[in-house]
């Protein structure tokens, strides 16, 4: 494959602010050759600028270098740097020609100053205009694909290569396996936290973003079985129309030619006598049970056993590993997890003890992923579960909780436990005894049958439960408050003032800001100690529930309501108007300040507020007197 272009990145390019400083490098010089021109004359300003490109050029040219002797290819340099700084100086000089004779050569300045300008311009445009070509060209040549492959962890084994091939351009795909994924003894995973343990069992063998070559036409893959002895190349025709292209939408920043397009995420599995499934989640690309093996020399098969050994720890030694081969090899776990992907079972699954914003995220021994929601009752044909993941709906998605489950176990338990139910329904039962994940009960029913699953192991994000914890505990809280105060309305308005004001209390010391709790003690103090007393109290309701605009525009309605009562309708309009400022969506508001106007006898402002009012639809009986009379009060009904 020597021959073939694989993907290339192309680096992106910035205008960067380093250009100024050779610039100013360049300014400075010219301004001191002016200064030389105008003042002392032509030679001396030629003079300085061979002196500082001899300077300059031996810092550069001989820096790091330990032998500083003159070469021809220095001088050069020299030369070339100076013709250089006295073309950038020519500038200078027809300025000073004209200072002193008036004369100015037209052309030559037009000449001069296009070439200053033009090469920087010329050349940044073919920089930016090239990087741009080049990304053009990548996207029209590459598709992207997120590319994941898998194998059984104890199916130990030497990925040579994995290569999607267009054999008629000579593109080839960019996947660069590493095979150092360590294999960790029993004892290595015992001595690790549950998330590390579970990350590498469940450790992909390479995962990342691939360059895929449109029309492809080739897949290739080659690997060495350690565990079977056996080498496996395979060059296989590659049916690219399978393939649904999708636009990148991503980055937001770049052009749409730029991001190409790509497939869905795409999966490889390898398993046991050179089979291996190729596919993504619109379709099976390539699926094979098994191929033929190639052979290659013992001296190549014992470099990839080297080479893969090195990447363990505990079976680093030639010993321990030999060890390890020859118990899987008698195990035959491998060939019972092969088999296991492919069996599906009519199963549904019920959990009880947690909140019930809950819903649960499956990944099933066919490495599906789907949910099922706390209410779902939908029996069909499944792949059994292998991790459960616990997902709580709050302000955000909180994945907190892994269930990770041996289906090998799980398989066996059902088998060997309900053989005559297995093709029945299957009921797997999650019950969180007291909320607490780690008393978790797994049961699995079949008709009258019920028994216990202990083969499992729980994973907890304690960052993410925390976070969960936090908010549930202010969402009880929050209940919590909203029934007592409730209730204490329910005592006022019964005129059970003392068990209104126990729960007032009761809200005060749960939570000391919680502004409707004031609004709530305000209408009792009324109430029970009447007008003067609550009226003395007002600013320190108002204070109380300025935090939360709603209820503190609620107590400033509540003031001017009370006033209206008492007749007082000059004082009430403030709290009226206060109220409104507050919370200019309340028409009630609006209302209650047309209202003021209408009995203080101020028909135009009445007739304003209430019609504002019935724009915003509000509908009262008092509403609809002041506009019938048009703001105008009939003081014989009143």
């Known amino acids: 494959m020597k021959t073939y272009r694989s993907y290339k990145k192309v680096d992106p390019v910035y205008f960067s602010g380093e250009i100024f400083f050779p610039v100013g490098l360049l300014c400075a010089a010219a301004l001191i050759s002016y200064v030389l021109l105008y ?9 300085f600028n061979a002196a500082l490109a001899w300077c300059g050029y031996f810092y550069f040219y001989y820096y790091g270098r330990s032998r500083t002797g003159i070469t021809l290819e220095f001088l050069t340099g020299v030369f070339l740097l100076t013709a250089f700084l006295l073309f950038a100086d020519y500038g200078v000089y027809a300025l000073v020609q004209y200072q002193k004779t008036t004369l100015f050569n037209g052309l030559y300045f037009s000449i001069w100053l296009t070439i200053l300008l033009g090469t920087p311009i010329v050349y940044y445009t073919y920089y930016f205009g090239s990087h741009y070509y080049a990304k053009v060209r990548l996207a029209n040549t590459y598709l992207k694909a997120s590319f994941s492959v898998y194998h059984d962890r104890e199916h130990l084994m030497y990925i040579d290569s994995i290569a999607f091939i267009n054999s008629g351009k000579h593109l080839i795909s960019d996947i660069e396996v590493e095979n150092n994924i360590p294999f960790y003894s029993d004892q290595e995973l015992a001595e690790m936290e549950i998330s590390s343990k579970y990350y590498h069992l469940q450790q992909s063998a390479f995962s990342g973003l691939i360059h895929i070559p449109f029309d492809t036409d080739r897949f290739e893959i080659s690997w060495y079985s350690i565990i079977e002895d056996q080498y496996y190349k395979i060059n296989i025709p590659f049916p690219f129309n399978k393939l649904k292209l999708e636009e990148e939408k991503y980055p937001l920043n770049e052009s749409k030619n730029i991001r190409g397009q790509k497939i869905k995420r795409t999966y490889l599995h390898i398993y046991l006598n050179g089979g291996f499934k190729l596919y993504n989640d619109d379709t099976v690309l390539l699926d094979f049970s098994t191929n033929k093996p190639t052979e290659i020399s013992e001296e190549e098969k014992n470099e990839k056993i080297i080479t893969h050994q090195l990447s363990h720890k505990y079976y680093n030694s030639k010993e321990h590993f030999s060890q390890l081969i020859e118990s899987i090899r008698k195990s035959n776990n491998i060939q019972e997890r092969y088999e296991l992907k492919d069996k599906s079972v009519v199963w549904n699954l019920e959990f009880s003890g947690l909140d019930e914003n809950h819903y649960l995220e499956i990944t099933d021994t066919n490495f599906r992923n789907y949910k099922i929601e706390k209410a779902a009752a939908e029996i069909s044909p499944r792949y059994l579960p292998k ?14 909780l892994k269930l990770h489950i041996n289906t090998q176990k799980l398989n066996q338990f059902i088998e060997q436990v309900l053989p005559d139910d297995f093709e029945n329904r299957v009921l797997f039962s999650l019950d969180f005894k007291d909320s607490n994940p780690k008393d978790l009960v797994f049961t699995i029913s079949s008709n009258a049958k019920k028994v216990l ?19 549930l505990l202010e969402k009880r809280m929050d209940n919590t408050k909203r029934t007592l105060l409730k209730e204490g309305w329910d005592f006022v308005f019964a005129k059970n003032y003392k068990a209104a004001q126990k729960n007032c209390e009761a809200l005060q010391v749960i939570d000391p800001q919680y502004a409707s709790a004031y609004f709530l003690e305000a209408r009792i103090l009324w109430y029970t100690k009447g007008f003067e007393i609550w009226y003395s109290k007002r600013d320190y309701f108002i204070a109380k529930t300025e935090h939360e605009p709603p209820v503190n525009a609620l107590i400033y309605n509540n003031y001017g309501c009370i006033l209206d009562r008492e007749l007082r309708y000059e004082e009430s309009l403030p709290y009226f108007e206060k109220a409104i400022e507050i919370n200019p969506k309340e028409p009630i508001f609006v209302c209650n300040l047309g209202e003021m106007y209408y009995k203080l006898k101020d028909p135009a402002k009445a007739l304003k507020e209430a019609r504002k009012a019935k724009m915003m639809g509000y509908e009262s009986d008092m509403l609809s007197e002041i506009l019938a009379n048009k703001g105008v009060i009939d003081l014989i009904n009143h």
């Open 387 to 400: 991790k459960i993941t616990f997902v709580y709906r709050g302000s955000y998605l909180f994945p907190w």
């Open 453 to 471: 699953f202990e083969d499992w192991e729980i994973e907890i994000d304690e960052y993410r439960k925390k976070e969960m914890d936090e908010e």
């Open 39 to 47: 003042f002392i004359g032509l030679g001396f300003a030629v003079f």
